[in-house]
């Protein structure tokens, strides 16, 4: 079984339960031991939540975790007072306790909720799910497989390297990296297809700090849609589709061969590729005979305010410490610490000079005006950018004007690069902005924004 069960909140149905809770998983392999894991309802991932573009999204959580924990439902044009984040639109649920989330999927799309509480710690521990909103129409292939990606520290035991958990080695260099490549929560996991079967992948990065690449051996694969948005498709280069985290992809893929083929898919981000899932073909007789058909063009989601960058509010966003960075003083709230004073914080890097959350946001900006957010990377490693409730683009990368950039929610700056991006702050409330490699958000990488 590869495919998680959909699971639907929609309309008048009641709300959907989900509890976080310890559980065991067996990630690493059915001959190797269980692993002592953290899922929603005890599965990793969490139970994949399917709804209907515009659909009402119920979800109660109900923590049975010994930590404080919220959930947030990443990519989605969300209600402010639903988006997860504690200390700024809700308070941490205690063990025990209860919140009920209930709020309109705008857009159809690839989306995905994970834990916004210690997220460091609990999404490395298996804390987080697709949400698959679906477009108006009826389904444009054969099925549809998710293929949630995931990056684990296994200790020598075959568990979670807990002792390695806010070791400020990972902090200030690259994150947590892993050891042990899952999809779907297990390893190198058969995906029986149908010679001729067209299908849909619904790729996640949900790794805390590995940016992942993918390719699917001799298939023919074209992506559909970045971050949940439609593009037109495209087919892919030799580099695979990269997904830095947080980041998803649509990906058609068509299955050509015979019976018993075995078709790898491979992670390409290393000079070392690996297996992380495989197409068998089953012996049923093929789908269809022949190419496959026209390509797949999703409907464009609800139209939503255009651009006005002429007219917009620039904010400037230098990143900077970090190893290697030279950060030598950051501020917090106004006051001036030492990178001593601030190590002991564990804080290790900065926007703007400031380390950490503060209690100004980065900007207020008029609800519907545009907003272009100039980000400097001045450290020595990339930074996976992610804009709480609302999509942006890229407009610009090291001085150079982009057009026709995807809308996206998480968008990868190298290290030494300047990306411009524009959204128009047509959602009020108050949004992050933060750094998607979890390490870094929780050591310094992280502001807001105010849209009222
Ligand atoms: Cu997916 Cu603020 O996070
Ligand atoms: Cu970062």
Redesign the pocket.
């Known amino acids: 079984m590869i495919a998680p069960p959909w699971r639907v909140a929609a309309g008048d149905a009641p709300f959907l339960v989900l509890e976080p809770k310890p559980a065991t998983a067996l990630l690493a392999g059915v001959d190797k031991p269980a692993v002592s894991v953290w899922g929603y309802d005890g599965k990793v991932p969490g139970p994949a939540i399917r709804v209907r573009r515009g659909d009402r999204v119920r979800v109660r959580l109900k923590n049975g975790l010994e930590q404080p924990t919220t959930i947030h439902w990443h990519g989605i044009r969300i209600d402010n007072a639903m988006d997860g984040v504690p200390g700024l639109t809700q308070d941490a649920v205690p063990p025990g306790g209860t919140f009920d989330y209930s709020f309109i999927a705008p857009d159809a799309g690839t989306y995905w909720y994970h834990s916004h509480a210690k997220t460091w710690e609990q999404v490395a521990r298996g804390l987080y799910g697709l949400l698959i909103v679906e477009e108006d129409e009826a389904h444009l292939v054969d099925r549809e497989i998710p293929f949630a990606a995931d990056d684990w520290r296994l200790d020598k035991a075959g568990q979670i390297d807990e002792e390695s958990f806010g070791a400020m080695f990972d902090w200030s260099h690259g994150?947590r990296m892993g050891n042990w490549l899952t999809v779907n929560g297990l390893t190198d996991p058969v995906i029986p297809v149908r010679a001729g079967e067209r299908l849909r992948l619904r790729l996640l990065n949900s790794a805390n700090a590995r940016t992942m690449a993918f390719d699917f051996d001799r298939l023919a694969a074209q992506i559909i849609a970045i971050d949940g948005q439609p593009v037109p498709p495209s087919s892919l280069d030799s580099d695979g589709v990269t997904l830095a985290p947080a980041q998803r992809a649509d990906v058609i893929i068509d299955i050509n061969g015979k019976p018993g083929d075995t078709i790898p898919v491979w992670e390409v981000s290393t000079q070392h590729r690996l297996k992380s899932a495989r197409f068998v073909i089953s012996d049923q007789p093929p789908v269809r005979e022949g190419p496959p058909g026209e390509p797949v063009i999703l409907p464009p989601n609800p139209l939503r305010a255009e651009l006005m960058p002429n007219d917009a509010q620039h904010i400037e966003l230098v990143m900077e410490g970090g190893a290697m960075g030279g950060l030598r003083e950051g501020s917090i709230d106004g006051k001036m610490m030492s990178i001593q004073e601030l190590v002991e914080k564990k804080l290790v890097w900065a926007f703007n000079g400031k380390a950490g959350m503060q209690k100004k946001p980065l900007a207020a900006i008029p609800k519907g005006r545009t907003a272009v957010i100039n980000m400097v990377n001045k450290t020595a490693?990339p930074?996976?950018m992610h804009l709480h409730g609302h999509h942006f683009r890229v407009i610009e990368r090291d001085g150079k004007p982009v057009t026709g950039a995807p809308w996206r929610d998480t968008e990868l700056v190298l290290r030494n690069e300047q990306v411009r991006i524009a959204f128009v702050a047509d959602n009020p409330g108050k949004w992050l902005f933060h750094?998607h490699?979890l390490e870094?958000v929780a050591a310094g990488?992280i502001t807001w924004m105010n849209v009222a």
């Open positions: 994150g490693f930074h996976a750094c490699m870094h990488m």
